[in-house]
């Protein structure tokens, strides 16, 4: 059984349609990537398992039925958020941005500043004094700190400078090596999903128009679908 299934999910903002058929699945250990240009339905597809928005479809967790839910209660059936534009508590130091929403659990504060040293380095500074890319290291690391089965990260690298990039990179490897949480990612950069996925959903203006795996992602299939 897959851990996350979506079929022909579609969704609206008010009056406007934006998802027409969204078709997803991520099994246990798994990491998807879930890609696309910009407005073509990535996000409005994350806000929808987080149950953000409303939708139609189909949309389990390990074949429980989300829709009914609120997004407190997906939250605690294991579905952990990075979302875009990082959103930690500006006025939390690191440790408090850490600890809000800490659920038992293999992850704790010391692994995750084991996976991110940097914070380890920053406990009592305010969240709002870090750079950009320790805000982005934090906001994982709150989410790890959920002790998650599924982990979403969208555009986790976003307008980072090259080396933090990297740094965010090497650690969704070693999450993919070393554990077996569930990962949906969503980037831009070709290249590193490529690294680190195991399967990639492409949608464009609201659907899914490819699915499979990694290896079978062309450089035509990218161009025509992800490319600028």
Request: proline share 4%.
């Amino acid at each position: 059984m897959s851990l996350l299934k979506l079929e022909g999910l579609t969704a609206s903002y008010g009056s406007s349609q934006a998802l027409f058929g969204v078709d997803l699945e991520i099994a246990e250990g798994e990491v998807v990537a879930l890609m696309g240009r910009n407005g073509m339905g990535k996000t409005t597809t994350v806000k929808a398992i987080c149950r953000m928005i409303q939708s139609g479809g189909h949309l389990s967790l390990e074949g429980r039925d989300l829709h009914p839910l609120p997004s407190h209660r997906v939250a605690r059936l294991g579905v952990g958020l990075v979302p875009e534009g990082r959103r930690c508590f500006a006025g939390l130091t690191v440790h408090e941005n850490l600890i809000a929403a800490a659920r038992p659990g293999d992850w704790t504060q010391a692994r995750v500043t084991a996976l991110f040293p940097r914070l380890g380095e920053r406990l009592s500074q305010r969240a709002a004094s870090l750079s950009g890319g320790e805000q982005q290291m934090l906001a994982i690391g709150r989410a790890l700190m959920t002790n998650p089965r599924l982990l979403i990260l969208d555009e986790a690298t976003e307008g980072l400078a090259p080396i933090v990039r990297q740094e965010i990179w090497a650690a969704i490897a070693a999450l993919k090596r070393d554990t077996q949480i569930s990962i949906l990612l969503i980037d831009k950069s070709v290249r590193e999903i490529a690294g680190v996925s195991d399967r990639a959903v492409i949608v464009e203006r609201g659907r899914t128009v490819w699915a499979g795996a990694m290896a079978d992602l062309t450089p035509d299939l990218s161009e025509r679908y992800v490319g600028v």
